[in-house]
């Protein structure tokens, strides 16, 4: 255990450690060049420390995107800046409503944005200007009641079952989407991640939570 000396003799012990190397530096360089040098290592010394930390947040937790285009409008609007949630999918399955980041299947160097509708197990139905998902506990069918849309039509038709590692995705603004209706389901291995956080513009800050749907049992 350690007393409150022993912290005190350790302390003593760094910076006796860091006014050694120091005086070597000045010793060896000049008290100029010798400064500089030390500025220069503790720099690196920063720069190190935080690039332990920030890299894997930015790699295996948190990634940045800008949102381009109109797809998902009224929700997010072009040029956006998002934080996307990488973790949160490798502990738990995507939602139904989650806004996720994904690779388009037909070209997976480029990203897209868009809604999960449609869950593993389920058929979804695209007719009428409307979504239909019917699966175990809704057997009959039913109408997802979709207020980020702002009520613009869904237009298409589209009928799909979704394989068990499948997810139908669909554009907030479905008139100017390119999405599940086209092509097709998408695999759980193509998603990044769910939309976490929107940063800019600071005016529209935003932590986000996925739409409840009470239609759906």
Do not use: C
Not at 180 to 188: A, H, T
């Amino acid at each position: 255990m350690l007393t409150e000396n022993d912290d005190e003799n350790i302390e003593d012990e760094v910076e006796a450690v860091e006014e050694k190397r120091s005086s070597s530096m000045i010793r060896i360089f000049g008290p100029a060049l010798g400064g500089i040098l030390l500025f220069v290592i503790e720099i690196v010394q920063i720069v190190v420390i935080a690039a332990a930390i920030i890299i894997p947040i930015r790699y295996f937790l948190v990634q940045p995107f800008y949102v381009r285009g109109a797809s998902m409008e009224p929700s997010f609007y072009d040029r956006e800046y998002l934080l996307i949630d990488e973790i949160t999918y490798r502990f738990s399955e995507p939602h139904r409503g989650d806004v996720v980041v994904f690779r388009y299947p037909r070209d997976p160097s480029e990203f897209f944005i868009k809604r999960i509708v449609g869950l593993p197990g389920d058929t979804v139905d695209v007719q009428d200007g409307k979504v239909v998902v019917t699966n175990e506990e809704n057997p009959g069918g039913v109408v997802l009641e979709e207020e980020y849309t702002d009520h613009i039509v869904t237009v298409g038709n589209k009928h799909v079952t979704l394989n068990p590692d499948e997810y139908f995705l669909l554009g907030d603004n479905r008139s100017a989407s390119m999405d599940s209706r086209v092509f097709g389901p998408v695999k759980e291995e193509y998603i990044v991640g769910k939309v976490w956080i929107r940063g800019l513009p600071v005016s529209s800050f935003l932590v986000f939570d996925a739409p409840i749907y009470d239609e759906l049992k």
